[in-house]
Nanobody, 126 residues
Framework: HVQLVESGGGSVQAGGSLRLSCVVSGYTGRWPCMSWFRQAPGKEREGVATFYTGGRSTYYADSVKGRFTISQDNAKSTLYLQIDSLRPEDTAVYFC????????????????????WGQGTQVTVS
């Protein structure tokens, strides 16, 4: 079965950087897109970045533009999220997500489009 496993989270000081990874297993196809979401304590989950596989284009939430970079390595079946200039408000559990094989991520952060989710990785910024 399909599994998405995130890693790379941790506790960092404001201004620091982290690189999150999401390794996919159990899936031999190619999703048209994948995304990163996050959920801060006491808040709803929100989308932060989407990678569109076909055109290798990206989409970001306004709150993270210029600081977050999403990328994908197909050979390693891995989705990445490079997070720079971390702020305390970036503290959250970060999740990667993928849609069904024939679903395009438009709008990018519509959670109902996503069929597969990882368990999340904690990022804490102080």
């Amino acid at each position: 079965h399909v599994q998405l496993v995130e890693s790379g989270g941790g506790s960092v000081q404001a201004g620091g950087s982290l690189r999150l990874s999401c390794v996919v297993s159990g899936y031999t196809g190619r999703w048209p897109c994948m995304s990163w979401f996050r959920q801060a304590p006491g808040k709803e989950r929100e989308g932060v970045a989407t990678f569109y596989t076909g055109g290798r284009s990206t989409y970001y939430a306004d709150s993270v533009k210029g600081r977050f970079t999403i990328s994908q390595d197909n050979a390693k079946s891995t989705l990445y999220l490079q997070i720079d200039s971390l702020r305390p408000e970036d503290t959250a559990v970060y999740f990667c997500a993928a849609p069904t094989s024939d679903t395009y991520c438009v709008p990018a952060f519509e959670e109902a489009l996503y069929a597969y989710w990882g368990q999340g990785t904690q990022v804490t910024v102080s």
